[in-house]
């Protein structure tokens, strides 16, 4: 899907309210602040800009090697999808920690994995471009890092 791409932008190219949006997911995270109304305030933009953005922008870390990741992704309840999901993560060289599968709802699963990024993995968002590709994945998205 073309709104699924995924850009390395350098930044200063980015507009002032993305990088906002970061910092405040930052602090967040950081638990400086505890609420969003907290971090917005804090980096002066609205409620409003921060959940437009919050799912669409995060830090790059060229030392995200040996962290773990969170996704979360919608997909058909279709025998071998999942399977197949497994399949492309293990060729990327990461290691799967945790799988959850809700029971099917209206043939829509949703699953979150746990993954461990090895020095060897290849890019995160490159493997989420190649598992977004996978025909009945409807979107995959990042829940957090550690």
Known sequence: MEDDKY???????????LLKVVEAKR?????RVYTIQEATDA???????????????FPFH??????TINFMMQMDDVPGLL??????????HANILTIHQSIPIGGIA????????LPQTVETSQMMGLIS???GIH???ILGRE
């Open 110 to 117: 949703s699953l979150t994995l746990g993954i461990e990024i």
């Open 83 to 92: 399977s197949t999901v497994l399949n492309e993560i293990a060729k990327a």
């Open 139 to 141: 979107y995959i998205k």
């Open 133 to 135: 590709e996978i025909g």
């Open 62 to 67: 060229e030392n995200n090697r040996g962290k």
């Open 43 to 57: 980096v002066e933009i609205s409620r409003s800009s921060f959940y437009k953005y919050k799912d669409d922008i």
């Open 27 to 31: 602090l967040l995270d950081s638990e």
């Open 7 to 17: 850009y390395i932008v350098k930044k200063k190219a980015l507009p002032e309210v």
